[in-house]
């Protein structure tokens, strides 16, 4: 069945360190998501992608993060300058509907991020 | 605004009891509504959804009626499993975004 797979499953980094985030979404999906939580916290959205360009983005998804398709398959999402209120788990997410979907997001199993 | 409030965990039960997590929303226009769970060391998954009001989903034994005058979509299983252990997360849908709940830890003891 396919799936979504992220790497690295855990990263530990200092604070103001860059950190990349990798993301093989399915390959015949359309929309790519990032959603964080923090430990305890709710699963907050941060960005969505379409059509090699970023459709929609939270107040979260501030200057420092980035997000990038370089070739097709990958899907990352940049942090530049680590914060310790980055530490969190981050999803990633694709979806196959169209503009107006009220499909079924299909999720990664996660990239634990500590920042120290 | 759009924003789900699910029921603080964890919810601890004995192998086949009845299960219920609540779960509230507040949203502009025709939300979906879905629930979604997390088993330890995978990432979330669709466990059932209803699309307009008064919809039932199902799965798995489990169900959650869409249920517009209350604003509700609580999740209900007649009999649980040990294998039903996970995270539960209740989630909205509208204007193209998905808004999801704190989650609810749920453990299932033999």
């Known amino acids: 069945e396919p799936e979504v797979t992220q790497t690295p499953s855990h990263q530990v980094t200092q604070m103001g360190q860059e950190v990349i985030l990798r993301c093989v979404p399915i390959s015949n999906h359309l929309y790519f998501y990032w959603y964080r939580q923090i430990l305890g916290q709710k699963v907050e959205f941060l960005v969505s992608f379409y059509n090699n360009e970023i459709s929609e983005k939270s107040e979260i998804f501030d200057d420092q993060f980035s997000v990038e398709r370089p070739d097709g398959s990958n899907f990352t999402l940049k942090i530049r300058s680590t914060k310790l209120e980055d530490s969190a788990m981050y999803f990633c997410?694709?979806?196959?509907?169209?503009?107006?979907?009220?499909?079924?997001?299909?999720f990664g199993e996660g990239s634990r991020l500590t920042v120290l | 605004g759009n924003s789900v409030t699910q029921m603080e965990g964890p919810v601890t039960l004995s192998e086949e009891a009845f299960l219920t997590i609540n779960c509230t929303y507040t949203?502009?226009?025709?939300?979906?509504l879905f629930w979604y769970v997390q088993y330890p060391g995978e990432g979330l998954q669709l466990l059932l959804k209803a699309t307009k009001a008064d919809d039932k989903g199902s799965n798995k034994g489990f169900e959650a009626t869409y249920r517009k005058e209350t604003t509700s979509f609580h999740l209900e299983k007649g009999s649980v499993q040990v294998s039903d252990s996970a995270v539960y997360f209740c989630a909205l849908y509208n204007f193209n975004k998905f808004y999801f709940g704190s989650g609810t830890k749920l453990n299932v003891k033999p």
């Open positions: 997410a694709s979806s196959g509907e169209g503009v107006w979907n009220t499909g079924e997001l299909f």
């Open positions: 949203a502009t226009g025709y939300p979906s």
